[in-house]
């Protein structure tokens, strides 16, 4: 079973930093992509931050320059993604999913691709 276990996540004070890490696991292939969206109470879910397997990091206008989306030795060697987030804000609170496309096959010659969700992780801001 594929599945991305998040962590990272809890309560922090405006101007504080927090990392996220998210983990894909299972019969996975290819990893294509994997980034972060989060939802706010009331609020429709919403891009933060992805990155491709060319290491191309993708951010939402709110978070450019103040969060970071990382992977080391590429996404295919290890399937995880962090997510460093600074100078946090009280409208950063949010739960945080982690998002993958995955090519869900034991072998690259057969495709099966399939978008995966995280759990989530809870991230308040608050003073």
């Known amino acids: 079973q594929v599945q991305l276990v998040e962590s990272g996540g809890g309560l922090v004070q405006p101007g504080g930093s927090l990392r996220l890490s998210c983990v894909a696991s299972?019969?996975?292939?290819?990893?294509?992509?994997m980034g972060w969206y989060r939802q706010g109470a009331g609020q429709q879910r919403e891009l933060v931050a992805s990155?491709?397997?060319?290491?191309?990091?993708?951010?939402?206008d709110f978070a450019q320059g103040r969060f970071a989306i990382s992977e080391i030795s590429g996404l295919n060697a290890r399937k995880t993604v962090h997510l460093e987030m600074n100078s946090l804000k009280p409208e950063d609170t949010a739960v945080y999913y982690c998002?993958?496309?995955?090519?869900?096959?034991?072998?690259?010659?057969?495709?099966?691709?399939?978008?995966?969700w995280g759990q989530g992780t809870q991230v308040i801001v608050s003073s």
């Open positions: 998002n993958a496309d995955l090519n869900v096959t034991a072998s690259s010659s057969e495709l099966r691709i399939r978008t995966t």
């Open positions: 990155i491709n397997r060319n290491s191309i990091p993708l951010y939402a």
């Open positions: 299972g019969r996975i292939s290819d990893v294509y992509a």
